[in-house]
């Protein structure tokens, strides 16, 4: 089959290679997420994208390959949300904002949330590169943003990686212990209703020790 010749060489995709592509890639985020790396097979991502192993492997040429791929696809959504955070906004409404998209995330993305989650405890082997990289340059890029808001007295003198580190512990618990909260709350992120609550709670507390007395 001649389709995926050119996704293994890496050359220019077609429309129907793009889109055996993002198959691949879904059901490749659905095994990971559920059997970890060791425990996901290439026939079962194969089977759940609906197309043979060896066609799979016009596209990726390994297990790995297609691990790095769906971590790659990953980091770059989970990233966007802290790329709007505005230098010239309102950090009530920024944060609010920050805050609301990590929610969202959490409840339209909650296997991604979870391989993420799993393959940095795990150590990181396959994206310690982004994470000293590209993540540490946008981290560094936002506490700047963070510092300056203190400067200016617009948010109070706090360590902005503290804050950070705060939002996505907050957010993504979501996500990553969603039975949990399942269990014992009987509401689920996805509700809209549910999120909203989520959102109100957490930019109130986050806001009570973060913004200056009027």
Avoid: C
């Avoid at 990971?32 to 596209?59: D, H, T």
Wanted: glycine share 6%.
């Amino acid at each position: 089959m001649t389709d995926g010749d050119t996704p293994a060489q890496g050359g220019t995709r077609t429309r129907i290679q793009e889109r055996n592509r993002a198959r691949i890639l879904d059901a490749a985020l659905v095994a990971f997420a559920r059997f970890g790396y060791r425990g996901a097979r290439v026939e079962q991502i194969a089977e759940a994208a609906g197309m043979s192993k060896s066609n799979l492997l016009y596209y990726f040429r390994s297990k790995t390959e297609m691990y790095k791929a769906v971590l790659a696809a990953l980091l770059e959504r989970w990233l966007a949300p802290l790329r709007t955070l505005d230098p010239e906004g309102d950090p009530r409404a920024e944060l609010t904002a920050y805050i609301e998209q990590k929610l969202r995330f959490s409840a339209e993305e909650p296997e991604a949330s979870r391989l993420f989650a799993n393959e940095v405890m795990q150590g990181a082997p396959m994206i310690r590169d982004v994470l000293e990289g590209p993540l540490k340059e946008l981290v560094d890029e936002k506490t700047g943003v963070l510092r300056r808001w203190a400067a200016e007295g617009r948010i109070r003198d706090v360590d902005p990686h503290q804050l950070i580190f705060l939002i996505w512990a907050t957010t993504q618990h979501y996500a990553d212990f969603a039975p949990q909260i399942a269990a014992l709350t009987g509401r689920d992120i996805a509700d809209p209703a549910y999120r909203a609550e989520v959102r109100k709670t957490l930019t109130a507390l986050i806001f009570d020790g973060l913004l200056p007395p009027a």
